[in-house]
């Protein structure tokens, strides 16, 4: 069965430091995986996607496929960026979430 | 444009009610998704509809939840006899079409409370 990990419920940084979310897959065939952001008060959106190879608001995340893993990145975090992150799958036109990270970016 | 609407926004029933959570997604979009996500968890997929094809009800957790799509654009979730672990943030997803190719659009969402 398909599962995505995300194994920090809450990541505090400061700004300016970099910023690293955790995303775990279990999935035997070849995955396309999927970061989505919703900010506080807003819906949830598509971040960005592995297929695009593409760096959204200096995020960037690159599949691993030796440890399952698709970590989002950013060299240095900004307040703005403090919002819940969820992992996904997809997989046959369906998408398996992560039970998301909550980003909190001290000023 | 207008994006995915969700109605209620909020729905509050006692246990054994039916509730009826509606979505209209974005003009043209062809495929739909619903999901629930309960407290501190992720979403879960329910069911999907794309165009005229058969709907994907394969994440539907019981036969107490179903859902159609009339005229390819607003869709009905329906739970019936509902029990308090229904209790979640039901979210409505539309996209032009399925797959990885095609980013899916969210709806606000439904807060539904079984007491």
């Known amino acids: 069965a398909q599962r995505v990990t995300q194994p920090e419920k809450l990541l505090s940084v400061f700004k300016g430091a970099p910023v690293e979310l955790k995303c775990n897959y279990s999935y035997s065939g070849s995955p396309e995986l999927f970061w989505y952001v919703q900010y506080s008060r807003q819906r949830l959106q598509l971040l960005l996607r592995h297929i695009s190879r593409e760096s959204i608001k200096g995020f960037t995340a690159d599949l691993n496929k030796g440890e399952t893993s698709f970590h989002l990145k950013k060299p240095f975090a900004q307040e703005e960026d403090s919002a819940m992150y969820y992992c996904?799958?997809?997989?046959?036109?369906?998408?398996?979430f992560g039970s998301g990270t909550k980003l909190n970016v001290k000023p | 444009g207008a994006g995915v609407s969700q109605s209620p926004s909020n729905k509050v029933t006692e246990k054994g009610k039916d509730v009826e959570l509606r979505c209209d997604p974005i003009s043209g979009h062809t495929a739909l998704y619903w999901y629930r996500q309960s407290l501190g968890q992720g979403l879960e997929f329910l069911i999907y509809f794309q165009g005229n094809s058969a709907p994907d009800k394969s994440g539907l957790p019981s036969d107490r939840f179903s859902a159609e799509r009339t005229g390819g654009s607003v869709s009905t979730l329906t739970i019936q006899r509902t029990q308090q672990e229904d209790s979640a943030v039901y979210l409505c997803?539309?996209?032009?079409?399925?797959?990885?190719?095609?980013?899916?659009?969210f709806g606000p969402g439904t807060r539904l409370t079984v007491t």
């Open positions: 997803a539309s996209s032009q079409g399925t797959g990885k190719a095609y980013e899916q659009y």
């Open positions: 996904a799958l997809e997989r046959f036109n369906k998408f398996y």
